[in-house]
């Protein structure tokens, strides 16, 4: 079955500490994406990816990075320097751009204490 | 920029009628409109890619004024499963090389038998 893996799905870690999420989808879809999830506050872009090698900042993304080497993967590194990192995160996938349809992971529930 | 929705919550019987409004204050490409179970992933609903355009999906269906800037998802007949976060998601005019949606902070729907 073709979709979107996340992992892991709760995620705790010390302040300080780097930390990656993983996302990875097997639906040959040219665009990725991550968004952060606050209660109350919808989903919010972090960064986004149209090919391979290529990545873009969305509204929030101080304080992550990105890589996008494979067209399957689209890992997520939360750095220290994020303020408030704690949060509920979203990978989704699409054909090509916005216009499409977008098909989301189940999500990775990070805590940082 | 964000949508903005509203209303914020609403509570219905089974049977009963709700509209969601989405609206921009900058023009709009196209409207997408997901609905989140909760703890869950969000699902895609529709994409309204024209003004004036209407969609459907079951008993939800939505429009799409590209003069106002708005949208409105309509729950006709609710059911139990209607329960959750909607969200829209909108896209700007093609050409602002902007390939990504603005969500908004969402409308949660609670059906009740």
């Known amino acids: 079955d073709g979709g979107i893996t996340q992992s892991p799905k709760y995620l705790f870690r010390k302040e300080g500490q780097n930390v990656t999420l993983s996302c990875e989808q097997n639906?040959?879809?040219?665009?990725m994406y991550w968004y952060r999830q606050d209660p109350g506050q919808g989903l919010r872009l972090i960064y986004y990816?149209?090919?391979?090698?290529?990545?873009q900042k969305g509204d929030i993304a101080e304080g992550y990075s990105v890589s996008r080497e494979k067209k399957e993967s689209f890992p997520l590194t939360v750095t220290s320097a994020q303020k408030n990192p704690t949060a509920f995160y979203l990978c989704?996938?699409?054909?090509?751009?916005?216009?499409?349809?977008?098909?989301f992971g189940p999500g990775t529930r990070l805590t940082v204490t | 920029q964000q949508p903005v929705q509203s209303p914020q919550a609403v509570i219905l019987r089974e049977g009963e009628d709700a509209v969601i409004n989405c609206s921009s204050s900058?023009?709009?490409?196209?409207v997408h409109w997901y609905r989140q179970k909760h703890g869950e992933a969000p699902v895609f609903l529709m994409i309204?890619?024209?003004?004036?355009e209407q969609k459907g999906h079951e008993k939800i269906s939505a429009s799409f004024n590209e003069k106002k800037q708005q949208s409105s998802l309509y729950l006709t007949a609710s059911q139990l499963s209607y329960s959750g976060t909607y969200f829209c998601?909108?896209?700007?005019?093609?050409?602002?090389?902007?390939?990504?949606?603005?969500f908004g902070a969402g409308t949660t729907v609670t059906v009740r038998a």
């Open positions: 989704a996938s699409s054909i090509k751009g916005s216009s499409y349809e977008q098909y």
């Open positions: 639906l040959n879809h040219d665009a």
């Open positions: 990816s149209q090919i391979v090698n290529d990545f």
């Open positions: 309204l890619l024209k003004g004036g």
């Open positions: 998601g909108t896209e700007h005019a093609p050409g602002s090389n902007d390939y990504k949606l603005s």
């Open positions: 900058k023009a709009l490409y196209s």
